[in-house]
């Protein structure tokens, strides 16, 4: 089974500042790992997603993530924080097969001008 | 590319009525998910099809929630009756199925119902 767990549900930065959210996950088999952002009533868009790959994945609006086996993490982060990234950011992971995302709970970021 | 397309938008309806989501995923895609987004809950999966037959609907909440998907170009949920606990956002998104777990789902825009 797997699961996702991210710590804080709600992140305030200064604009300009480092974006840091904390992903951690638990899975019995090597995890597929996904980010996604939800800005306010819109969907779920993919930032960016770990394949076994490379282990620091990029994606979109200058977000990248590293997966650490070690630690059992998939921390998001963004070097510089503008006012768009304000919206609510969902890690998911998933196992083999084509099996559905488990979601975290969400993180909601506050950018501050 | 027209992404994934869900009806209603907002939905408002009164305990008791029936209500019915529809979904129309990606063209080519053969897996179709339906979530349920709430604040106590978070996002939840209610069930999954691949090639349109249902693998794990143990997400829905009970009886009253009902899913098909007749062909590859359409899903519903149904829930009848409604109740003021459904009241959430509900998700559908597709994944091609061969590519398998690294592909990535994309999602539709959500219904937001209102059961009053």
């Known amino acids: 089974a797997q699961s996702v767990t991210q710590l804080g549900s709600h992140v305030s930065v200064s604009e300009g500042a480092l974006v840091l959210l904390r992903c951690n996950y638990s899975?019995?088999?090597?995890?597929?790992l996904f980010w996604y952002v939800q800005y306010p009533n819109q969907g779920l868009q993919l930032l960016l997603k770990y394949t076994s790959a490379a282990t620091l994945v990029k994606g979109i609006n200058g977000f990248e993530a590293e997966f650490k086996k070690s630690e059992t993490s998939f921390h998001l982060t963004k070097p510089s924080a503008h006012m768009s990234d304000a919206a609510e950011y969902f890690c998911a992971v998933r196992g083999s097969g084509n099996t559905p995302l488990v979601f975290g709970k969400g993180t909601r970021l506050s950018v501050i001008a | 590319d027209a992404g994934v397309i869900q009806s209603p938008r907002h939905e408002v309806t009164e305990m008791g009525q029936e209500v019915t989501l529809r979904c129309k995923p990606i063209s080519g895609h053969n897996s179709l998910f339906w979530y349920r987004q709430t604040m106590m809950r978070g996002l939840e999966l209610l069930i999954y099809f691949n090639n349109n037959v249902p693998i794990d609907d143990s997400g829905m909440p009970e009886d009253r929630f009902s899913a098909k998907m007749p062909n590859a170009s359409f899903s519903t949920l149904k829930i009848q009756p409604s109740e003021p606990r459904d009241s959430a956002v509900y998700f559908c998104?597709?994944?091609?199925?061969?590519?398998?777990?690294?592909?990535?789902?994309?999602f539709g825009p959500g219904t937001r119902l209102l059961v009053l």
């Open positions: 899975s019995s088999v090597p995890p597929y």
């Open positions: 998104a597709s994944s091609p199925l061969a590519a398998g777990p690294k592909e990535t789902q994309y």
